[in-house]
């Protein structure tokens, strides 16, 4: 199951009596990791299209393994989430973080305008360079 709050899309999953969600926020690269609603761990991922988290549920070696759905999925947002539990695929579930941006209009136009703010950030800079190398 897929939800989203504020920017970020959350994957959800039930297993053996426990709550395992994971949290992410494509605009900062914030990664958090819950179970039963308690933060197990928080991170920020802004190099790699991949993340593993590491946990122990009831015993057994638990991991949630998060990675982009090939090249497109890296700029669309479209990524699988899978839950390991002593070795094995419990669960999986994928979202679509453009399309969960699209259906909230709000979220659509915060997101527009945090890309803006860097375009526009990224030209003031460009210019400053170019014009200390000019002279």
Known sequence: MTTTATSRAASVFDYAGHEIR???SMFSGRE??????QLLEKKRNLTSCRSKFQ????????EIRLQSKGIAGVLTGHYGVE?????????SDEFDYSQL????P??????????A????????????????FKH
Do not use: C, P, R, T
């Open 106 to 115: 709000k979220k659509l136009k915060g997101g527009l305008s945090f890309i």
């Open 55 to 62: 946990f122990v549920l009831d015993g057994q070696q638990a």
């Open 117 to 132: 703010l860097f375009m526009a950030s990224g030209f003031v800079f460009g210019m400053a360079v170019a014009m200390l």
């Open 32 to 37: 958090w990791l819950y179970l039963d609603d």
């Open 101 to 104: 941006m699209m259906k909230d």
């Open 22 to 24: 994971l949290e992410v």
């Open 83 to 91: 839950l390991y539990v002593s070795g094995k695929l419990m669960d």
